[in-house]
């Protein structure tokens, strides 16, 4: 993530849906960063030096959980005081710089109750996991994994909010007291006992250091890493400049700017508010100088800064996790994205488009230097990129790729003097990479506690055979519902939360209607990333509307048209067969032709949305797009039909209206 201003923090950490980390100062300051950076290299060296899947996760997270609670603030004292309705403390003197914050007591003996927790276990590692496989606990293994169980649970309360929390503590109660709901209900099971629950979640890789949390702890704390170093190295500012400078004449050219903008900074940035908001700070400016009202502006924001987690090469943390259930290649998860991003921003462009038009923009002149001389001064940042690409290609895992790409892109810093990687800045990268990183191990591990749960009590299956049984085992309308919880999951917890949830629930209830569970995740992965950008919350469009300055809703608005193909090719993949080509799956020539056949869905529904000037060949338009989505002959040839006659009445109208 690019180093933000004091206000861009301040918006990320309003809008954003994990909370803002205290800041620190002094002494602790630079240990916690040490443990960061410590915790980072590591990582690193795991990598090439991997030790067993257990211990691994288990040493991650004792560094990880202690640093949560040193690091985020409880909260609960201003809970107590709205609670109580008392008035809030007199604000203290103004001072220039942050405000440090130190932590409490309270904060010291959860760190310290984290520490022991987890170090208990690794101090006889192989004995513990025997313990666990032969149900033979003994109360002090019992009794650390339900503290355990706690910490983890206030960690995340923490770091993203009651939302999560609460769920987990549902399943939590569901696990216990299973036993106890009616006899004929499909969800009740024979129930658990403490030492059961303990055994699930805390000995083994079922629960706590399951898959989500070996995502954290190889693919995500590596990859921040990387971006760290980009950062740093001064990859972010480049990438901005040459997006300025690509686009310099034409009236779309500031909208185009913010898209690829926002494509280019995802490669450092796993979070589409952050994104948004760093995208804005320049970017506004830029496109109220060129007319654009502050609605349509901040849905670009949002629509770029979104567009950041799904794009190769980098994506959003549940691609990772995607990678793990599936037990595929890191580069085939890409392959499945690339396609869906490909026609999500031909969407964007093709809006930007038409509302420079309609909104009559003009070119802003930029004081940017050429692209030309850009690229070939700076041009060497795309080098570290290109090269994870080409090393998983070339069988090597996405751990060695990023690694190496990091020591490139490490390497390359030296060619720009002001940005050199000497030890401060190392330093400084490796602390980011693992502070950056906490919310997310928190979730991830606490996410384990849901995924445990429904492996234990079978609860997956069991709500899944409820959807379709809802659906009446109907494709089309379980997609529906299936859409339509992810994103309703989606705005109450994080993405890489939602997706996890809802793809041990939702992905198997799709699959058992025929979908491949390549499709059906990565159907349950959009959705889940777009819940940043649907209705009522919109977080993206939100913390765009507070840049802008603009009206809210219509930002939120403004956004999900932008983002409309995004909503709609996921269930182009799932409702049928030749789908899969849009996951790059299947005859070249069959992806390429459904590639193209989606594009003209796109523009059809760019025509839909704003593109045409008529309710009727709108409307016209929106049935010739769905119907292309359904890639299939005889949709495709209706769909072709309607668009025709659409552009018709299109023609028709507008010499009625200007005979000249």
């Not at 609460?166 to 099971?189: D, E, K, R, S, V």
Request: proline share 5%; charged share 15%; hydrophobic share 55%.
């Amino acid at each position: 993530m690019t180093e933000l201003s004091d206000r861009e923090a301040e918006l990320v950490s309003a809008h954003e849906q994990e909370r803002p980390a205290r800041q620190l100062g002094g002494v602790l300051r630079l240990c916690v960063w040490v443990a960061g950076g410590l915790l980072s290299v590591y990582s690193l060296v795991v990598v090439f030096r991997p030790i067993e899947a257990l211990e691994h996760r288990m040493t991650f997270l004792a560094v990880a959980l202690p640093l949560v609670f040193l690091c985020y603030r409880s909260g609960m004292a201003s809970l107590a005081r709205r609670l109580l309705r008392r008035e809030e403390p007199p604000a203290s003197p103004p001072q220039e710089g942050p405000r440090v914050e130190w932590p409490g007591v309270a904060d010291w003996l959860l760190a310290a109750a984290a520490l022991a927790v987890l170090v208990y276990p690794l101090l006889d590692i192989d004995g513990f996991r025997d313990r666990g496989s032969g149900a033979a606990l003994t109360d002090l293994d019992i009794a650390a994994g339900l503290v355990l169980t706690v910490l983890l649970l206030e960690a995340v309360r923490r770091t993203v909010g009651w939302a999560l929390t609460i769920i987990c503590a549902i399943f939590l109660l569901y696990a216990y007291f299973g036993a106890y709901l009616p006899i004929n209900w499909t969800i009740g099971h024979r129930g658990f006992d403490l030492g059961q629950i303990v055994s699930q979640l805390y000995t083994g890789t079922e629960g706590f250091f399951g898959v989500p949390m070996q995502v954290a702890a190889s693919y995500i704390i590596l990859f921040t890493i990387y971006g760290a170093v980009l950062d740093y190295s001064g990859a972010s500012r480049f990438f901005i400049d040459l997006s300025f400078a690509a686009f310099r004449k034409s009236r779309a050219a500031p909208g185009r700017t913010v898209t690829m903008a926002g494509f280019l900074l995802g490669t450092v940035s796993g979070s589409g508010v952050a994104t948004t908001v760093s995208l804005g700070s320049v970017a506004w400016p830029v496109l109220r100088r060129a007319g654009y009202p502050r609605e349509p502006a901040g849905g670009i924001l949002a629509a770029g800064g979104i567009g950041a987690i799904l794009s190769p090469p980098t994506l959003g943390a549940a691609a990772f996790i995607i990678a793990e259930y599936l037990r595929v290649g890191y580069l085939e998860v890409l392959l499945y994205a690339t396609i869906p991003t490909i026609l999500y921003y031909l969407g964007i462009f093709l809006a930007i488009e038409i509302d420079s038009r309609r909104f009559g923009t003009h070119a802003v002149q930029v004081d940017a230097p050429k692209a030309g001389r850009l690229l070939l001064r700076f041009g060497y940042h795309f080098s570290s990129l290109i090269l994870i690409i080409v090393l998983m290609a070339l069988d090597r895992s996405a751990f060695q790729a990023v690694v190496i790409a990091t020591a490139v892109a490490f390497a390359l810093s030296f060619l720009d003097p002001e940005r050199r990687m000497g030890p401060k800045r190392v330093g400084q990268a490796l602390a980011k990479g693992t502070l950056e990183v906490l919310p997310v191990t928190a979730v991830c591990a606490a996410a384990g506690i849901i995924v445990g749960v429904i492996t234990q009590t079978g609860l997956g299956l069991n709500l899944s055979a409820i959807i379709v049984d809802a659906a009446a085992g109907n494709l089309i309308l379980t997609t529906l519902m299936a859409a339509v919880a992810v994103m309703l999951l989606g705005l109450a917890v994080p993405v890489t939360a939602s997706f996890i949830i809802a793809a041990v629930i939702i992905g198997p209830a799709l699959t058992t209607l025929g979908v491949t569970p390549a499709e059906a995740y990565m159907f349950v992965f959009y959705y889940a990333v777009l819940s940043e950008v649907s209705p009522p919350t919109a977080l993206s469009a939100v913390a765009a509307a507070a840049i802008t300055g603009g009206n809210t809703y219509k930002t939120m608005m403004m956004t999900w048209r932008y983002t409309l193909p995004a909503f709609l090719v996921p269930f182009a993949f799932v409702l049928t067969p030749n789908g899969q080509a849009l996951l790059g799956q299947g005859p070249i020539g069959t992806v390429l032709l459904m590639t193209a056949v989606s594009a003209l869905a796109v523009a059809a529904l760019a025509m839909a949305t704003g593109g045409l000037s008529g309710l009727p060949e709108r409307v016209l338009a929106a049935v010739a797009a769905v119907l292309l989505l359904f890639l299939e002959p005889v949709p495709i040839g209706s769909g072709l039909a309607v668009l025709a006659v659409a552009a018709a009445v299109h023609l028709v109208r507008r010499r009625r209206e200007d005979p000249a």
